[in-house]
C-alpha cells in the first residue's frame, strides 16, 4: 500500500493533527494530548505504555521474530499565544503548536495505523512520543526512567518538518546535523549612583555592555576558525528608571557548538573573560554556565539507511546535505548517545507569512502528514524485512 495513494488515511491524519492542535500543551503537562495519542494507539491494536518521562507513551507493535526499531515524535507544545483565525486554532490561551510537534505526532500515528493492518514487515517497532522536547529535556527523563531498558531497540530514528526547505525533499547527513545548546546567566554587581554623579559608583551597565561585546570575541579569537560556534546574548535586564545607574545587571544567553572540547572551551573561556572586564571595571560578575542538550549526531550506518529509504520514497535527486548542519537544538541528541539512529528533516516549504518554526504564525504544512508516514512505514519494512511466506 502506498500511503500517499490512501485517501482515507490521509483524511485521518489531517483530522488527528488538527485536533491535536487545539490542545496545545507544554513540558510535562502533556496529559490531554498523551491520552489522546495513547488512545488511538490502543484502537489500532498496539500494546501502550504510558507515563515514562511524566507523560511519555510507548507503542509496541510486533510481527514475530526481528530486530527492533524505534521511531520517535514529540508531544509538547510552546508558551506562544496563536494569532492565526484557523478553524482548529489553539484552544489554550498562551499556548501553540508553533513548531509542527503535532505533525509529528500525526505522521507517526499515519505509520502506527498503516503497520497495525500490516503484515509486511518481521521484528518489532516501537512508536514513542516524548514529553518536553522543548528546552526541557523530555528525551533525556525518558532515557533516565529505563526507556531502553523496558523497550529495548536495535535503532531509533526521528524526524522534524523543516520550514525553507522545498516540500519533497529530506535532509540528511551522517555525524553532526544539529548543535549543541547551552544557556549561561551573568550577573554584573556594581554599586548603584546618580546618574548625574557616576563617578561616585561602579556602573553595572557600562561593564555588561563591554562582557556582550567580549563575549563576541571567544568563537571569533579563542576557538579553532573551523570548528563553528555561536556565542549569544538574548536578554539584558537592568535598571528602573531614568537618572539612577542601576547596581546590578543581569546577562542571559545561549551558545551552540558541535565539538565536545569546543564546548568545553567556551564554559572556560567564558568564565575567564567576565572576570577579566568585571575586574577591569572595579566591580564583581558571576557567570552561570548550564549545560542542555548535547550535539545531535548521525551514527553513519543509520544515515545510509535512511538516504536509501528517502530516496525511495521521495526520488534520489531530492536528497539534501546543503542545509545541514544547523545550530539549532533537539533533545533527540540523548536518545542517539545511546543507540544508533538518525534524524532527518522533512522539507515543509516556504517560510511566507510566518511560517518559520516558533512563529506565532506558524502553521504546519498537512502536505506533509502522507509523506512523513509514508517514510516511517518504508523504513520499517526496509529494516524490518518480512522475506519470503
Same mark, same amino acid.
Given at each position: %500500500?502506498?500511503?500517499?495513494?490512501?485517501?482515507?488515511?490521509?483524511? +485521518?491524519?489531517?483530522?488527528?493533527?488538527?485536533?491535536?492542535?487545539?490542545?496545545?500543551?507544554?513540558?510535562? !503537562?502533556?496529559?490531554?494530548?498523551?491520552?489522546?495519542?495513547?488512545?488511538?494507539?490502543?484502537?489500532?491494536?498496539?500494546?501502550?505504555?504510558?507515563?515514562?518521562? =511524566?507523560?511519555?507513551?510507548?507503542?509496541?507493535?510486533?510481527?514475530?521474530?526481528?530486530?527492533?526499531?524505534?521511531?520517535?515524535?514529540?508531544?509538547?507544545?510552546?508558551?506562544? +499565544?496563536?494569532?492565526?483565525?484557523?478553524?482548529?486554532?489553539?484552544?489554550?490561551?498562551?499556548?501553540?503548536? /508553533?513548531?509542527?510537534?503535532?505533525?509529528?505526532?500525526?505522521?507517526?500515528?499515519?505509520?502506527?495505523?498503516?503497520? $497495525?493492518?500490516?503484515? $509486511?514487515? @518481521?521484528?518489532?517497532?516501537?512508536?514513542?512520543?516524548?514529553?518536553?522536547?522543548?528546552?526541557? *529535556?523530555?528525551? @533525556?527523563? %525518558?532515557?533516565? !526512567?529505563?526507556?531502553?531498558?523496558?523497550?529495548?531497540?536495535?535503532?531509533?530514528?526521528?524526524?522534524?518538518?523543516?520550514? *525553507?526547505?522545498?516540500?519533497?525533499?529530506?535532509?540528511?547527513?551522517?555525524?553532526?546535523?544539529?548543535?549543541?545548546?547551552?544557556?549561561?546567566?551573568?550577573?554584573?554587581? *556594581?554599586?548603584?549612583?546618580?546618574a548625574g554623579m557616576p563617578h561616585m559608583g561602579s556602573d553595572a551597565i557600562v561593564a555588561a555592555s563591554a562582557i556582550v561585546g567580549a563575549l563576541q570575541t571567544i568563537p571569533s579569537r579563542c576557538i579553532h576558525p573551523?570548528?563553528?560556534?555561536?556565542?549569544?546574548?538574548?536578554?539584558?535586564?537592568?535598571?528602573?528608571?531614568?537618572?539612577?545607574?542601576?547596581?546590578?545587571?543581569?546577562?542571559?544567553?545561549?551558545? @551552540?557548538?558541535?565539538?565536545? =572540547?569546543?564546548?568545553?572551551?567556551?564554559?572556560?573561556?567564558?568564565?575567564?573573560?567576565?572576570? =577579566?572586564?568585571?575586574?577591569?571595571? #572595579?566591580?564583581s560578575a558571576r557567570v552561570a554556565y548550564d549545560r542542555r542538550y548535547p550535539a545531535t549526531v548521525n551514527d553513519p550506518k543509520a544515515t545510509e539507511i535512511a538516504r536509501k529509504v528517502?530516496? &525511495?520514497?521521495?526520488?534520489? &535527486?531530492?536528497?539534501?546535505?546543503?542545509?545541514?548542519? $544547523?545550530?539549532?537544538? !533537539?533533545?533527540?541528541?540523548? %536518545?542517539?548517545?545511546? @543507540?544508533? #539512529?538518525?534524524?532527518?528533516?522533512?522539507? /515543509?516549504?516556504?517560510? /511566507?507569512?510566518?511560517?518559520?518554526?516558533? =512563529?506565532?504564525?506558524?502553521?504546519?504544512?498537512?502536505?506533509?502528514?502522507?509523506?512523513?508516514?509514508?517514510?516511517?512505514?518504508?523504513?520499517?519494512?526496509?529494516?524490518?524485512? /518480512?522475506?519470503?511466506?
Open positions: %500500500m502506498n500511503i500517499r495513494a490512501s485517501d482515507s488515511l490521509v483524511a +485521518q491524519m489531517q483530522a488527528w493533527r488538527h485536533h491535536l492542535h487545539t490542545i496545545p500543551e507544554t513540558a510535562f !503537562e502533556e496529559l490531554e494530548t498523551s491520552a489522546y495519542v495513547a488512545g488511538l494507539l490502543e484502537e489500532f491494536g498496539i500494546e501502550v505504555s504510558q507515563g515514562l518521562g =511524566g507523560t511519555g507513551v510507548v507503542g509496541t507493535l510486533k510481527r514475530g521474530q526481528g530486530p527492533t526499531i524505534g521511531l520517535r515524535a514529540e508531544l509538547d507544545a510552546l508558551d506562544i +499565544q496563536e494569532i492565526r483565525d484557523l478553524p482548529y486554532r489553539s484552544r489554550k490561551p498562551g499556548k501553540m503548536h /508553533a513548531c509542527g510537534h503535532d505533525g509529528h505526532m500525526a505522521m507517526l500515528l499515519g505509520a502506527a495505523r498503516y503497520l $497495525s493492518a500490516s503484515d $509486511s514487515f @518481521r521484528g518489532t517497532v516501537r512508536f514513542i512520543f516524548q514529553p518536553a522536547e522543548e528546552n526541557e *529535556g523530555g528525551g @533525556r527523563r %525518558m532515557i533516565e !526512567e529505563g526507556l531502553f531498558d523496558r523497550f529495548p531497540v536495535d535503532s531509533v530514528f526521528g524526524m522534524h518538518n523543516w520550514p *525553507g526547505l522545498e516540500v519533497g525533499r529530506v535532509a540528511v547527513r551522517s555525524g553532526p546535523i544539529m548543535a549543541a545548546s547551552d544557556m549561561f546567566e551573568i550577573v554584573v554587581t *556594581g554599586q548603584g549612583t546618580h573551523a570548528d563553528p560556534s555561536v556565542v549569544s546574548v538574548t536578554q539584558i535586564h537592568g535598571g528602573h528608571t531614568w537618572n539612577v545607574v542601576p547596581a546590578e545587571v543581569v546577562l542571559r544567553g545561549t551558545v @551552540r557548538s558541535f565539538d565536545p =572540547g569546543v564546548r568545553d572551551a567556551i564554559e572556560t573561556t567564558m568564565a575567564r573573560v567576565v572576570a =577579566g572586564v568585571a575586574q577591569t571595571h #572595579g566591580l528517502a530516496a &525511495t520514497v521521495f526520488g534520489p &535527486t531530492h536528497i539534501v546535505t546543503d542545509e545541514l548542519p $544547523s545550530m539549532g537544538a !533537539e533533545d533527540f541528541s540523548y %536518545m542517539l548517545q545511546k @543507540r544508533p #539512529g538518525c534524524f532527518v528533516w522533512l522539507g /515543509a516549504g516556504p517560510t /511566507a507569512d510566518g511560517h518559520v518554526l516558533h =512563529g506565532e504564525r506558524y502553521d504546519f504544512n498537512d502536505r506533509l502528514l502522507p509523506l512523513g508516514a509514508e517514510f516511517w512505514m518504508r523504513l520499517v519494512e526496509s529494516e524490518l524485512p /518480512a522475506g519470503k511466506p
